[in-house]
């Protein structure tokens, strides 16, 4: 399976093969829908209508794997491995005892739909759900004070909390807690600014009996909440900490302040640090964000237009971006693109930074009402969505090229979530199964470099040849080798730059297949040529009468009109094509002297890779060789 998009509307779920065709494929029929959610890893999608909840599993979702009998479930989550599915229904208000969560065990040949794995009350719909590990092998739900750890066996789950693998109480009140994505996980919590007691933030392992020990920690003041965003390698976290006003009155929405925790080694064996990481300009944070490296982050930060800089470990700045109006910083799934945008009340200009080139622009874009941005899973392709309740008008979804060319449009009345289809991180025990039984040494290694996917991929009509620049070299690069070596003959030389002379995609994975440029789902635009001749052809024809002979209605002959002036000067299009000709003749010219051996400029080397683009937009234009 290579990668597909995903799309939940008020009808039901949509899923879309990606490129190349981004064809709609057949989605599970939902009568009275309610919502739906795909797993983290792929390998599911659940929906909830009216007469129940149905899990899905199969390369297109085809086949049922577990029908549960539940009544009014709005909500829906998956755990990290996707080995358990949590529901949540609306409270019973004549049943105050009514368990309204539950949890079902999906790793399995056959689930049970009869009895869930776990299920307790949860009454809002804030935080409802317990944190699972990234391996699905700890389970935490907090009671009271203390954070309890349940440890999971794959083959036969038992979320025994009254007998707990672990328990933690941290000092002061719990605020927040977070769960690392790391393979021997820690806990992070977070306790508020209370009574006069400065915040705490603290990193905790998970250890058999109740946790004592320190990983590392910091107070500081300031902090009436927080956000906690942890690093892939679950070795470092960032808190966000952030007060409800603004004490200098220059922000509405408070102030905010970045910490960084990190350690080293399984557990903090080799130690922890924390500092305050130093910004350097006074206003909110708009956006902070962890490279899938994770040895570097990015922070955009202060009054528009805000600062852009990076991070490491230890919280040094090692690059700052000029001043510019972004709010948005996500990385590509390598770690080597950085997308940084203007969403929200900004205009939705987006740029892709090369990491490789010292943060060097590749490409921009502009996606205008923005609500939800995601690269795709191999990092060649960039979603972007405008999805309810955050816009109502101008719902759709619109897939890009990491060049920044338009591939996909999908317009909808009424959108409310869009996103890519993960590929699963571990092997199942059969190709044709949906049960992991090894999670430690099974992982399925994911593409190393940023714009492949293991299938290989043919560059979209509307990713065109000169868009194609290698990002390695400066110039945009030249794929033709210069002659070395033993003297070869004018004939064979000319044989040897007619083949090389052809562009070649310098994405890796790609390769390039001239056709015409059009977008799927996006009607072709009338050029500004086409659409004044049309006009000039209904301005000067005869208008007929409503008799069939051409008369009046009053049986009067009209008197006749003068013919049409033929216009004896060159259309804009012979024109284009003259113009277009004579950029062919001279890249002809230039292919001559490179199979001669000559030096040819970066330019000119540029020149020669567009012919296939000006061949494609003569044939556009009706011309024929």
Known sequence: MSFQLFARTPAGPQIFEAYPSFQQVESPEVSGFITSKTSPCGRFLAVSSENGV??????RFQELLLELALKDVYDLEFSPGGSYLSTWERPHVDNEQHDNVKIWFLNEDEPSAEQPKFQYQAKTQNAWSLQFSKLDNYALKRFGKELRIAKLDHSSPEFNFNQPYARLVPEGHLSTYLISPAEHPTICTFSAEKE??????????????????????????????????????????????????????????????????????????LGGDSVRVPLGKEGPIHDFTWSPTSRQFGVIYGYMPATITFFDLKGNAVHSLAEQRKNTMIFSPSGRYILIAGFGNLQGAVEILDRHDKFKCF????????????????????????????LRVDNGLKVWHVTGKLCFVNEYTELLEASWRNACKY???????????????????????????????????????????????????????????????????????????????????????????????????????AAKNR?????????????????????????????????KETSPEEKKIRSLLKKLRAIESLKMRQADGDKLEDTQILKIQTEQAVLQELDYLGWKP
């Not at 320190?214 to 956000?227: E, G, L, N, T």
């Not at 390698?233 to 966000?240: H, I, K, Q, R, T």
């Not at 008799?547 to 216009?567: A, F, M, Q, R, Y």
């Open 427 to 529: 092997r199942p025990k059969r190709p044709d199964s949906h049960v992991i039984l090894n999670w430690d040494s099974s992982k399925v290694e994911a593409a190393k470099d940023p714009a492949i996917v293991p299938s290989q991929l043919e560059v979209h009509p509307s990713v065109s040849a000169y868009s194609l620049k290698n990002p390695n070299k400066k110039n945009g690069g030249s794929s033709v080798s210069k002659p070395v070596g033993a003297y070869k003959p004018p004939h064979a030389r000319r044989a040897a730059a007619s083949n090389t002379s052809s562009p070649k995609s310098s994405v890796p994975g790609m390769t390039f297949k001239p056709t015409k440029s059009v977008v799927p789902g996006m009607a072709p635009k009338e050029t500004k040529s």
């Open 363 to 390: 490409s921009k874009f502009d996606a205008a009402n923005t609500s939800t941005c995601k690269w795709s899973p191999g990092g060649e392709f960039i979603l972007t969505a405008t999805t309810s309740p955050r």
């Open 535 to 567: 006009k000039k052809r209904e301005n000067t024809g005869i208008r007929k009468g409503p008799d069939s002979d051409g008369g009046s209605s009053n049986g009067t002959t009209p008197e006749p009109k003068e013919p049409p002036k033929v216009n």
């Open 196 to 269: 006069g007691k400065p915040a705490q933030l603290t990193i905790y392992p998970i250890t058999e009996g109740n946790i004592q020990k320190k990983i590392a920690s910091k107070m500081f003041f300031k902090a009436d909440s927080c956000q906690l965003k942890w690093n892939d390698l679950g070795n470092a976290v960032l808190c966000l900490a952030i007060t409800d006003f603004d004490a200098s009155n220059k922000s509405y929405y408070g102030e905010n302040t970045l910490y960084l925790l990190s350690f080293q080694g399984v557990n903090g064996s």
């Open 54 to 59: 149905r899990v899905f599993k199969n390369e």
